[in-house]
């Protein structure tokens, strides 16, 4: 901008034809250019040449160490993780912003409410990124109790859901192995005229009916199969795998009586004391299994915020801001496309669709390409909202390059070198789409 | 000098306003000090109350800490009502604001750290100032393992004025009622209570997996009990490798406790992702969601604000199991107070803090457990608090908090070094050799 300015005041000049105006003219434009010039060197140049300079020296500042730090950049696992991440970041972020916003700006033309809408869409971009940061982060908590995405999905999976008596459970002993989803089965078979106890624990104390009675110990009758099943604890934890006082009975378990095939013979309730009978059982020998049924195994949550769904869960939110900045460009370019050539095109019997492909994305390509480059940009230098998304045990695996500049020099390492061969590094990276950017700009401007 | 502010501009743009506010601030202190050392005769001052000038405080505390410590400043004022002490909190960013402003070269008069690593880094750099000064009221009120702590090469640089006791569990009495379980004795007792705890039906630990801090707590009350204070020290300075037997030993009896998943709230996945506030909260819930948390004392101030618990019928608290002959073993952190200059105003101001006064005024308020054993027990609010304090002052082996003696790189930084590398151990316990070579890797990478 200062150059072109100080050409325009060199013009004027020439227009004067002598050389004395001519000088005096470039004292003036620099006369009023000088502030925004000193501002620039103060604030702009010094820092970056200073950035550069401090990039080839250790921790300290005091040892030139030459290229160290760089190919520090490329040998650290943290480090390589950011850069891999901003490569996912740059190739999937901007082209989904814009599609995002193309699709939204296409779609509210046609619809009656479209300002309500788009003031809707257009909304998160009136908070900063580090609040819609924190939002996400407390809406992708893995409790269901307290994320609000685990929540839903909760409630979704709850329709289908069975409804056990109870939510958690293990073997009392290693008699009974398995787990909540498969139900839990006693390892020696049985055959009729013997009995089967059932202990659990780990039984949460308030999922223990009200009606639960003092749990007995089976007695064997000839021809059946005889039970029960119990919490098998008490305070102080008691003897496992025996039936005691204070210890109560489950009721309304779910018991199967699985033959050697596997399959299910016969199934039973339990009563109030975890009794159960199986008649008539026949000979051969059985296994009696606690049912999956019985157990209504909370929904745990998804870990959107573990370390294999970080980087998507950032780039949800990431995205959840900018699509309405996409959209509210993309309109306003979509609003001087001319209608003549749309109706032109619906008139010659094109479809929606095509009408959509072959005339509107193509006349709005420049404003397209704005967006996708100013996305690029943005994109390349996220790192706030990752800060207030990620906890901690994950935020190296959604590192970043602007963030592990961040956290290399001020994050508690203080490695000032390291932290400005990481900037410099992000700053090479900027130079090609920000000199695409100021061709474009000069294009237009021609 | 000159590039260096240009430097610590551009860094306080990138930083939190924090920053700026406290850069700002020191600017301000700056001409206050510098005219009370052109006034007065240095040294003989400090006993006159007839001090006058100002000295810039910069801290890490906020909220109700912050009112306590401004107590602490008014009563200070009693004596010397001619001194100015203005406070700024400078909150968990402390390292970086006065690191920033420390190589801006406009460090404020004292600093409260609760990094000793930060404190000798700074000696090194030769920002700190000496405090011989008050060396006699220091070793006169602390126990030698304290005045060990703030001594660098043979002089004193730092004292702890507010402690923190780390060898603490916190339980939900309810919880341990209903599994008919109390107090262990020792370690095996304590990992069989887990598991009675858990067969109870309500998880034996809560884990803040999400903050690494509460890991490296676990790690060293383990260390110090296992391998003893001398390979504690060692291991503090790096003089033993992470590789050593005796930390693969302490990652072992750790690994007990990280592979008992089904009784650890949420699995591990979940303690992942758990920060410390929410860990201390799940125990302190009706009904309980997990039964006991392992961190130190200053667990009382969330439960105080989560819920509605009475010390000692809803939550108590017993000192980290013993291991072997470790009685009255104590791994603690602490806010130490450190200068950057030296006028007869800070010199005042530290006497102060280092006096029986200076600790009391703090320690009736509560929330605060004082090294100096010259405060009473009575002083204290509740019996919970003073039994934690006293257990600081009178311990018979005290450390400090290791990862905190390590530079910030290794243990200190989140998602970084010791930090990061125990998440990972929590994620995956079977990992013995692994972790220690790992975190053996980091540390020599932070130690150079």
Known sequence: ?446 | MRRHRIATAAALLALAPAALAAGCGSDDDDGGSTSTSAGGATGAATTATDVSGSVSVIGIWTGDEQRSFQAVIDKFNETYPDIDVRYTSAGDNLPTVVGTAVEGGNPPDIATIAQPGLIREFQRQGALRSIDYARDTVSANYAPDFVDLGTIDGRLFSFVYKGANKSTVWFNVEAFRNAGVEDPDDWDEFLTNARTLGASGVPAYSIAGADGWTLTDLFENIYLRQAGPEKYDQLSEHRIPWTDPSVRAALRSMAQVFSDRENILGGTSGALQTEFPASVEAVFQNPARAAQVIEGDFVPGVVAETTRLRAGEGYDVYGFPEIGDSDDYVVGGGDSIATFRDTPAVRAFVEFLASTEGASTWAERGGFSSPNRTVGEDVYPDEITADIATAIAEARTFRFDMSDLAPAAFGGTPSQGEWKILQDFLANPSDINGTAEKLEAAAARAYR
Not at chain 1, 186 to 210: C, F, H, K
Not at chain 1, 285 to 303: C, D, Y
Not at chain 1, 310 to 320: C, K, N
Not at chain 1, 361 to 379: E, Q
């Open chain 1, 1 to 446: 901008m200062s150059a072109s300015a100080l050409r325009g005041g060199a013009e004027t000049g020439r227009g004067g034809g002598r050389r004395h105006d001519r000088r005096r003219a470039s004292l003036v434009a620099l006369l009023f250019l000088a502030p925004a010039l000193i501002f620039l060197v103060v604030w702009i140049v010094y820092p970056t040449g200073w950035t550069i300079v401090r990039s080839f020296f250790d921790r300290g500042g005091d040892e030139f160490i030459a290229f160290d730090n760089y190919k520090e950049i490329f040998t650290t696992d943290t480090l390589q993780t950011a850069i891999k991440n901003n490569v996912i970041w740059v190739a999937v972020v901007p082209a989904l912003v814009t599609a995002i916003g193309l699709v939204f700006a296409v779609l509210t033309e046609r619809i009656a409410w479209s300002t309500a809408f788009k003031t809707a869409v257009f909304m998160p971009m009136a908070i900063s990124l580090f609040a819609a940061g924190v939002i996400w982060r407390i809406m992708d908590e893995k409790d269901p109790s307290r994320g609000t995405i685990n929540a839903a999905i909760n409630e979704v999976k709850g329709v289908f859901g069975s409804d056990g008596v109870l939510s958690a459970g293990q073997g009392s002993s290693p008699q009974l192995t398995g787990s909540v989803e498969q139900g839990f089965v006693l390892r020696n078979p049985v055959t009729a005229g013997e009995t089967a106890s059932l202990g659990l624990t780990a039984i949460p104390p308030d999922e223990v009916p009200a009606d639960a009675r003092q749990a007995v110990e089976p007695r064997a009758v000839e021809g059946e199969i005889a039970g029960v099943v119990w919490r098998d604890f008490k305070p102080g934890g008691g003897r496992p795998g025996v039936v005691e006082t204070e210890e109560l009975g489950i009721p309304g378990a779910t018991i199967e009586l699985r033959d050697p095939g596997g399959g299910v013979s016969q199934t039973a309730t339990s009563g109030a004391d975890g009794s159960f009978v199986f008649r008539d059982v026949g000979s051969g020998q059985f296994r009696v299994a606690i049912g999956s049924q019985t157990f209504a195994a909370p929904f745990t949550g998804v870990s959107w915020l573990g370390p294999k769904l970080i980087t998507p869960a950032v780039m949800i939110a990431y995205i959840w801001v900018w699509a309405g900045f996409a959209m509210v460009i993309i309109a306003a370019g979509l609003s001087s496309i001319s209608r003549e050539v749309l109706e032109a095109a619906r008139t010659d019997g094109a479809t929606e669709w095509q009408v959509f492909r072959r005339v509107t994305v193509p006349m709005l390509a420049p404003v397209l390409s704005v967006v996708f480059i100013t996305m690029i940009i943005n994109v390349l230098k996220v790192f706030d909202i990752i800060l207030s998304v990620a906890p901690q045990s994950s935020q190296d695996d959604a590192n970043v390059i602007a963030l592990a500049m961040w956290r290399t020099s001020f994050g508690g390492v203080n490695d000032f070198g390291l932290g400005s061969a990481i900037a410099v590094f992000l700053f090479l990276l900027v130079i090609p789409v920000l000199a695409l950017n100021i061709r474009r700009f000069k294009r237009e401007e021609a």
